[in-house]
């Protein structure tokens, strides 16, 4: 009778060992998802620094593709991120996940399309060609719309250089220790003490303008929008400058400093010790 339980043992461990899915193809999957999205927001960084904000993949002007719809597809990479940490494949701050990107879609959706660096407004020699009312922005005054470009702009690059200092170190958690990997999660910590001030702000204004000024570009593409989707839009605006104005200084950033300062004075943070666990004996 006792010869039977290793034999049990082995019929338990090689049914384990079959119906669990190896874990090789989704590592893979969500590599090549880091890197697409480290290469994606390297060549935003490029647009922003060669103010092209309309360009062309190919040779042929029909392929042209604006800066605005590029930083849709990154964000949409980020958003699965979230949906990962939701079903717990990823470690992670749901809230602060949730929060962070939803404030990045509602500007997306209502603030950065109505900003001449989103590379979907027309120039002026284009205005005079095409003064359909229907597709052109809502009328700002000169000093508002050049105030919500340059904060618009100020977004695009926080968020730019946020994501290239984060997926260093996703792409190399498999060499922890190695000094490349440090140096990744030392950008990882740090970066983000002068970004997200700085992106929080800019995201904040820009939404209180586009708040007081009416109807956004995402009202014209419909030809009577209605009372809900106003109402939801003001919500979202609101709901972006109070979280940014209130919650960002007084939650969110000492939290990143909690992390951010121990790496800066070459203390490592305390979420990242490697604590050995004592081993419980049994006697």
Known sequence: ????????????????????????????IFTVLNATALVGWAVVLCVLILQDYQFSILSSSSSNVNLLNVVKLLEAICLMEVYRIIIGDLPGNLTLGVVLHGIRVTNLIYVLPNASCSGIMRSNDDDDEKSDSSSSPP??????????????????????ITELA???MYLLQSSKNSPLARAARFLRLTVPLVTFPVGAFCEGYSSYLTLLGGNSDIDNLSS??????????????LAVVVINFVLGP????????????PALLG?????????????????
Do not use: H
Request: hydrophobic letters at 35%.
């Open 1 to 28: 009778r006792g010869a039977t339980y290793p034999k049990r043992r082995t019929i338990k461990m090689a049914a384990a060992t079959r119906t669990t899915p190896s874990p090789s193809s989704s590592v893979s």
């Open 139 to 160: 009328p700002r005054s000169s000093d508002n719309q050049q105030t919500l470009d340059i904060l618009a702009l100020l977004v695009f690059y926080s968020w730019t």
């Open 250 to 261: 007084t939650v969110a950033y000492p939290a990143l400093l909690k992390k951010g300062v």
């Open 267 to 283: 203390k490592e943070a305390p979420a990242a010790k490697d604590k050995k666990k004592p081993v419980k004996k049994f006697v």
């Open 166 to 168: 984060r997926y260093p």
């Open 224 to 237: 009577s929008p209605s009372w809900l989707g106003k109402s939801i839009r003001g919500f979202l605006l």
